[in-house]
C-alpha cells in the first residue's frame, strides 16, 4: 500500500518514462525478429518483467537494464514453455503472431481484463476467422492453428488499440495485402507500426483509419528501436501540477502532440500551460478552477486512461461537472473510492457521473481498482488532508514505473509500506 501524508506543495521536474502501451506489442513484435531486438527508453515496470519471463521460457536470451531491453530469438523452442505469469495480463494475445510465425499454432490463456469492462475479443475471433485460423476455447485456453488465406483480405478493428496491433502482426506473416479498416491511430499503434517498417515490412496508412500490411518481404534480422514516452503519464503529471505544484512543475518527454483533446480541457478548466522546448510541457497551479463536462472518445479524442486523473480535478472545481464515459462500462465505479475522502460524486449510470465541488477531500484509506483509477487516488491522497492509504498498489505498478520516486523527487511525502490486513 502507499501512504501519503497531507499534501506539500511540489516543484521542479519530471521525465516521462517510456510507455506501457507501446512497450508490450513492441516486445511481443521482437518474435517476428529471427535475431536480436534491442528497444530502448523501456520502461520497469511488472508487466514488462512479465512479458520477459514468458519469453525466457521460449529461450529467448534476454538483457535488460537502465530501460534497455535486449532480446534473443536465435534458439526459440516450445519445450519450456511457461504461460502462468503472462496470463496475469490481458495482453498475453499479444503472442499468438509470433508464435504462428515460428511454430505455427498458439496455445495462449484466454484474456484477463481489468476491471473497467468485459473487453470482448470479437474483432480478434473475426481477424483470426477472416486470415485462416482455426481456434478453439478449451480449459480458458485459447488454441490457434493457421493454414493463411491465398488471398488479398479485408479486415475490421473497429477502433480497438489491442485488436489493431495484433491484426498488424498476424498480417506480417501472409505473403498477400490485408487492408484494416476501422484502425485504431493512438499513438502507441503508430509505434509498432514504426518498428514494423524499421525490419522493412511494407504498411502503408490511409486517412479513412485504415492500414495496409503488404506481407512476403524477407525481414530484417537485427534491429534498435526507440519506445515513446508516455502521454498517459504526463497527462497523470500535468493533473498533479494543476493541484499540487507551488508554482509550476516542467513535464519532460511530454508528448505534447498526443495531449490535444486532454489539454483543451485543461485550459477550459482555467489550468495555465506552455509548451516550452524539447516537448517539455510547464503546467502552472491552479487556484480557480472552473467546471466542466467531458466525453472521452477514441484517439485524438479525450483518452478515456486519463478520465479518472482528470476526475480529481473536477473534485476541486466550482459548480457540477460531469463525464460520459462512452466506451468502458465500470471505468466509472472506481469513482466511489472518492466519497470515503469526502468527494461529492453522483453515479447516474455505467457511463455517465456528476461531480460537485469545490470539495475538501480528507484523509481515507481506500482501493486501486485498476492502474488508472490507482494514479487518480495517488493524486486525490496528494491533496487530502492528513494521511491517505491506497491499498493494492500492484495495479499502479503494473504500469507506472517508479512513480513514488518520481513524487518523492518533486517533494511528495509518500511511501510504500506493506499492506494492513
Known amino acids: 500500500m502507499f501512504v501519503i501524508e497531507w499534501w506539500k506543495k511540489l516543484s521542479w521536474s519530471v521525465t516521462i518514462s517510456g510507455s506501457k502501451n507501446a512497450t508490450l506489442p513492441l516486445i511481443s513484435a521482437s518474435l517476428l525478429v529471427k535475431w536480436k531486438s534491442t528497444f530502448t527508453n523501456v520502461p520497469d515496470i511488472l508487466d514488462v518483467h512479465d512479458f520477459i519471463h ?17 532480446i534473443d530469438n536465435t534458439n526459440l523452442s516450445l519445450e519450456n514453455i511457461n504461460i502462468e505469469k503472462v496470463s496475469r495480463t490481458r495482453a498475453s494475445i499479444y503472442f499468438i503472431a509470433g508464435l504462428l510465425a515460428n511454430f505455427w499454432k498458439a496455445d495462449i490463456p484466454f484474456p484477463q481484463w481489468d476491471k473497467i469492462w468485459k473487453r470482448p475479443i470479437k474483432e480478434h475471433v473475426d481477424g483470426y476467422i477472416g486470415m485462416g485460423y482455426d481456434f478453439i476455447i478449451e480449459d480458458n485456453t485459447l488454441k490457434v492453428s493457421w493454414t493463411p488465406v491465398s488471398d488479398d483480405i479485408e479486415l475490421s478493428a473497429y477502433f480497438a488499440v489491442t485488436a489493431t496491433n495484433n491484426l498488424i502482426m498476424w498480417a506480417v506473416s501472409r505473403k498477400w495485402k490485408t487492408t484494416i479498416k476501422l484502425a485504431a491511430f493512438e499513438p502507441h499503434v503508430f509505434n509498432l507500426i514504426g518498428f514494423l517498417r524499421e525490419i522493412w515490412v511494407d504498411i502503408q496508412i490511409r486517412y479513412d483509419h485504415s492500414i495496409i500490411v503488404n506481407g512476403g518481404n524477407d525481414l530484417k ?71 466542466t463536462q467531458i466525453q472521452t472518445n477514441i484517439f485524438p479524442g479525450f483518452p478515456s486512461d486519463l478520465m479518472p486523473l482528470y476526475s480529481v480535478l473536477q473534485t476541486q472545481s466550482e459548480w457540477t461537472s460531469s463525464i460520459h464515459e462512452i466506451l468502458y462500462e465500470s471505468r466509472l465505479n472506481a469513482l466511489v473510492e472518492y466519497e470515503a475522502m469526502g468527494g461529492n460524486i453522483r453515479l447516474l449510470n455505467p457511463h455517465k457521473v456528476e461531480i460537485t465541488g469545490k470539495t475538501d477531500l480528507k484523509w481515507a484509506k481506500v482501493n ?36 513514488l520516486g518520481k513524487l518523492q523527487d518533486l517533494g511528495a511525502d509518500i511511501e510504500e509500506v506493506e499492506d494492513e490486513l
Open 54 to 70: 514468458f519469453l525466457e521460457s521460449l529461450w529467448s536470451i534476454i538483457d535488460f537494464k537502465n530501460n534497455t531491453l535486449t
Open 368 to 403: 486501486s481498482w485498476d492502474l488508472r483509477a490507482g494514479a487518480a487516488l495517488v493524486i486525490a491522497g496528494l491533496i487530502a488532508e492528513w494521511t491517505t492509504k491506497i491499498n493494492n498498489v500492484y495495479w499502479i505498478r503494473r504500469g507506472y514505473e517508479n512513480l
Open 221 to 291: 534480422t537485427e534491429v534498435e528501436f526507440e519506445v515513446i514516452s508516455d502521454y498517459l503519464q504526463s497527462g497523470t503529471f500535468a493533473i498533479i501540477g494543476a493541484l499540487c505544484a507551488e508554482d509550476y512543475i516542467d513535464i519532460h518527454r511530454a508528448r505534447i502532440e498526443d495531449l490535444w483533446a486532454f489539454l483543451y480541457k485543461l485550459t477550459e478548466a482555467g489550468v495555465k500551460t506552455e509548451d516550452m522546448w524539447n516537448d517539455t510541457l510547464r503546467v502552472y497551479k491552479s487556484n480557480n478552477l472552473k467546471a
